[in-house]
């Protein structure tokens, strides 16, 4: 009788626990869900492009436990015999929590991955450039945007093979699904065009206008109300209703590189999470009045986004930092910085991910994924760098990555190799690129840089440098390496 009574007292004292310190569902499950508490078998997921990996994080002390390989580094992958992945880019899971849908860009493929063996057990071939992955709520279908077509490849989760295709505008970006699991809303990375779909139907059913072409990344809300999408190249975000008839509620200026967005329940209510690649910064709103609560400093070139299940968290995938920005979410605070692979892009946080033991079956450590040098550009005369720069180590070369702002927008330049600080000398071009109407934009080259922007010796060593101009005809100095 005695047991049997503490046992109902302490179950008593455990819902009563639970009900004080639950605020509600996260996305992408609904607002009426309960909340999931952080522990050990969660699991917090980034695709990592330039390491071709993605990394796996126990949320509950912030430690790495290890990289899935999805493929090789340059040179090995430019190989006319090379069968791994290219451009670990986008990612989505299943709602039992059980497979992880990971989208290559340069292999055109959809790897699905067991989250407790943390092996891959199927891959899907689609169409040129996919972008997102992501599940129906019914765990049915895998919506897949080819974004270097026009459609949405939708997957049998059964067969694992396309079952049908969705005619978009050029471009779809990613798409998201009402908690319902009524509407699918995809957004366009090249058109000014967001659709709505209907899942049951897979017709069209709906339009939103974007404010611009460029939209890499859209959330729905776990109310079922709102749907919020960034636009990159013009530092925006853009709000609509989640229902007919989808009617557009607010525009918001976000800031230069508007990355993703993703929403989250606490105690102080709902908000938006939208990562500024281009301030490195999170900015944080209400979605209901709209008002920016919270400015947070994460790092260099913060890009994806997810709560934990509990929204008491919020990890930042730093692009050029090779780190989870791990903010909280009722201080709007970071409380930890965890290193991660080469360039993460999607991030996923997966409640549950591991049914039984400790989940690190087949992880391998971080080894060259972990490995990148960074460096800054800056205005003659400024106080604050306009650019980050970083090198991403693959052997004996790196991939260089420049978060280029501060430009005059829609305008030609240069990024090059200077024999002087101050752009004097010899000038070798890299890449040549237009700034986005925000006066930014995202420079890559590839080369052995690292051991010629930081070589110690004064005769070898070249600074990079931004100028004006084409590469075939170039202007005035702009911005200079500051270290």
């Known amino acids: 009788m005695k047991s049997t009574y503490v046992a109902r007292v302490a179950l008593a004292l455990a819902t009563l626990s639970a009900s004080v310190t639950s605020w509600a569902g996260q996305i992408p499950g609904k607002l009426s869900a309960p909340d999931i508490p952080i522990t050990h078998q969660d699991r917090v997921y980034a695709a990592e492009q330039f390491s071709n990996t993605v990394s ?5 002390d912030n430690h790495l436990l290890g990289i899935i390989p999805l493929g090789d580094p340059q040179p090995g992958n430019l190989s006319p015999l090379y069968k791994g992945e290219v ?15 990971v989208v290559s860009i340069g292999t055109n493929s959809v790897s699905f991955i067991d989250t407790q063996s943390n092996t ?7 169409g040129r450039a996919p972008h997102e992955a992501f599940y129906t709520p ?7 945007t080819v974004r270097g077509e026009d459609y949405v490849s939708v997957i049998d989760t059964t067969t694992f093979a396309e079952k049908l295709r969705i005619k978009t505008p050029g471009g779809p970006g990613m798409q998201i699904f009402s908690p319902d699991g009524q509407y699918g809303y995809i957004c366009s990375s090249f058109n000014p065009e967001t659709v709505v779909v209907s899942v049951a139907t897979h017709t069209v059913v709906g339009h939103v206008p974007q404010a611009s072409p460029f939209c890499p990344n859209i959330a729905a809300s776990p109310d079922g109300k709102q749907v919020w999408f960034t636009l990159k190249d013009v530092g925006k975000a853009q709000v609509f209703e989640a229902t007919p008839p989808f009617r557009l509620l607010k525009t918001l200026d976000v800031g230069p590189i508007a ?32 008002e920016q609560v919270a ?30 920005a791990v903010i909280d979410t009722l201080t709007n605070a970071v409380i930890a910085t965890v290193p991660i692979g080469q360039a993460p892009q999607a991030v996923a946080y997966v409640p549950q991910a591991v049914a039984e033991g400790d989940g690190t079956a087949n992880l391998k450590p971080l080894g060259i994924a972990g490995q990148a040098s960074h460096l800054v550009l800056k205005a003659a005369g400024a106080s604050q760098p306009a650019t980050s720069v970083t090198l991403f ?59 010629i922007v930081q070589n110690e010796a004064p005769a070898l060593r070249r600074y990079l440098v931004i ?7 170039l202007g005035t100095l702009q911005q200079a390496q500051a270290d």
């Open 259 to 290: 990355n993703h967005v993703n929403l989250v329940h606490n105690a102080h209510g709902l908000f938006a999470y939208i990562t500024v690649g281009g301030s490195n910064e999170v900015k944080v709103y209400r979605t209901d009045t709209f």
């Open 120 to 126: 891959v057990k199927h891959k899907t071939y689609v």
């Open 295 to 324: 400015t947070i400093a994460v790092g260099k070139l913060p890009h994806g986004i997810w709560p934990s299940g509990d929204g008491s968290r919020v990890y930042v995938g730093l692009e050029n930092a090779d780190a989870f």
């Open 467 to 473: 100028l004006g101009g084409t590469p075939d005809a």
């Open 138 to 144: 019914d765990g049915k279908e895998v919506w897949v």
């Open 393 to 451: 180590s693959q052997g004996l070369t790196q991939v260089l990555q420049a978060a280029v702002t501060g430009l005059a927008p829609k305008q030609p330049y240069t990024l090059a190799l200077a024999d002087h600080p101050n752009g004097s000398g010899a000038l070798l071009p890299l890449a040549g690129f237009v700034t986005n109407p925000a006066g930014s934009a995202i420079v890559n080259a590839v080369g052995p840089l690292r051991q």
């Open 56 to 60: 796996v994080t126990d949320p509950v």
């Open 87 to 101: 451009l670990v880019h986008g990612m989505g899971f299943s709602p039992d929590h059980k497979t992880l849908a």
